[in-house]
């Protein structure tokens, strides 16, 4: 299988009618940079930062961060970084963080909720952020966002930083998009109003699926029910993907179903802009994305949206899109 895969490496992510897409890779750690760029991504479209925070005992200064990121835009050379902002909280938990125990972790205080309040904090990664945009193609998005208000709540932080830094004399890059992800249902559904006021939007369709179906995504026992293809969750990428187009907005997808063989198709059908997946993911992506075609998918997509369940899904995608001809 890899020595098939491995003229995909240099090849761009383009369909068999010529439809060109971005597949990036998704990050932890540092030294995944490495693996991805070796599987050939076009950039990074999850950075995940969390790393910088856990296991360890007392928060990362900026200039610790600030080199980490400065690192990393170097690594990439100019290729797209999309880094999100501190997840933590629901089941990521911090050991000099003291936090309330809660009934329901993933409905609790996580993520921008956390960080909107805890802004000595989340001050500090964005200027870390902001002073290493001048070495590489930053993006910053700002993770579990629900309302429209938490994410101007966010960007006006960020706007308020780099006014801070660039009056001190920092260099800091013009032309950072601020994008947010599309994780939660009330995001989705409001996508349209998300589109005016971002640069882009990323689907975090692991979050998304488990909000949509109510189905906790580490319970073994409802897994099951954890279903990329629900008709519901479909409808919702749908709605996202066309908010972004109708406003001229880029959108991407950092979510594990981003890689998925069966969603693939689809998503190529509905018009995603970037697929960002693990490094393990990306050759096998672009080389079923050159065996399709863009324009037959699209053609299928009212047909997809209108079945009944996650298996008629599959076995739609099974027996009408797994090949050009
Ligand atoms: C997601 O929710 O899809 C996502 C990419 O973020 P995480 O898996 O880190 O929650
Ligand atoms: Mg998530």
Not at 31 to 45: P, R, Y
Not at 99 to 122: D, H, V
Not at 271 to 283: N, Q, T, V
Request: include cysteine.
């Amino acid at each position: 299988v890899e020595q098939k895969l491995a003229p995909y490496r240099s090849l761009a992510s383009i369909s068999a009618d010529g439809y060109r897409v971005e597949i990036a890779g998704n990050i932890g750690k540092p030294e995944d940079v490495e693996k991805i760029l070796e599987a050939g991504a076009e950039g990074i479209g999850l950075f995940r930062t969390e790393f910088l925070y856990m296991e360890r005992q007392r928060l990362p200064d900026e200039e610790e961060q600030f080199t980490v990121y400065r690192q990393i835009l170097e690594k990439m050379q100019g290729k797209p970084v999309v880094v999100r902002t501190l997840d933590i909280g629901g089941d990521k938990q911090l050991p000099y963080l003291e936090l309330p125990s809660e009934m329901n972790p993933f409905l609790g205080y996580r993520a921008i909720r956390l960080c909107l309040q805890e802004q000595k904090m989340f001050r500090s990664q964005l200027r870390a952020l902001l002073r290493a945009s001048v070495y590489g193609n930053l993006k910053i998005m700002f993770p579990m966002i629900a309302t429209v208000d938490e994410f101007r709540a966010a960007k006006e932080l960020l706007y308020e930083e780099k006014k801070r830094l660039v009056s001190s004399g920092a260099a800091v890059s013009e032309t950072i998009e601020i994008g947010l992800m599309i994780e939660i249902p009330s995001a989705a559904i409001i996508a349209d109003i998300f589109a005016q006021e971002a640069d882009f939007l990323s689907i975090g369709t692991n979050d998304l699926i488990q909000y949509t179906v109510a189905v906790d995504r580490m319970n073994e026992n409802v897994s099951a029910l954890y279903q990329p293809c629900h008709p519901a969750v479909l409808r919702l990428i749908k709605m996202v993907i066309d908010a972004a187009k109708q406003h001229g907005k880029w959108v991407g997808m950092c979510g594990e179903m981003a890689g998925d063989k069966v969603a693939v198709p689809i998503l190529l059908g509905l018009g995603l802009d970037e697929f960002s997946m693990d490094a393990s993911s990306i050759l096998k992506t672009r080389a079923q994305i050159s065996k399709l075609s863009k324009e037959q998918l699209t053609a299928h997509i009212e047909t997809i949206l209108k079945l009944a369940t996650a298996g008629d899904v599959e076995s739609y995608v099974q027996k009408h899109l797994t090949s050009a001809e």
